[in-house]
């Protein structure tokens, strides 16, 4: 059975989601993830805490909460790259995220080594 772009997209925003519930105790608001050539973007939004948002008003703790967040993810960045690899059935060549403090926004970006939207519009 073959996927659709858009089927492949949900199903990584869904793995994703459920990743971080049981990764990080709590998931994102909203999940989109996009599929352009060899690359996956997805944006996440509501992922601050009520806490991380008050203190997020002090340039300290808004560096604290970047420094944190982006910890925690890279820990667990095996787990993702995997999770994106069995998705996919392509090998991730690199993962890389910010968070946006000011929006509550994170973005991970992942790196395939094939181009999988061409792959999938066959």
């Known amino acids: 059975m073959t996927v659709s772009k858009g089927e492949m997209e949900d199903q990584i925003s869904r793995a994703l989601t459920q990743w971080e519930k049981e990764y990080l105790g709590r998931g994102s608001v909203a999940v989109k993830t996009d599929i352009v050539r060899n690359i996956i973007l997805i944006q996440l939004k509501g992922i601050l805490t009520p806490a991380e948002k008050n203190l997020a008003s002090t340039k300290d703790g808004l560096l604290s909460i970047k420094r944190i967040r ?39 970006v992942f790196l395939l080594n094939e181009n999988l939207e061409e792959e999938l519009r066959k």
């Open 70 to 108: 982006a910890d925690l993810i890279e820990s667990g960045s095996d787990q993702l790259k995997k999770m994106i690899s069995e998705i996919t059935g392509k090998d991730v060549i690199s993962m890389h995220t910010d968070i946006s403090t000011r929006t509550g926004e994170r973005v991970i």
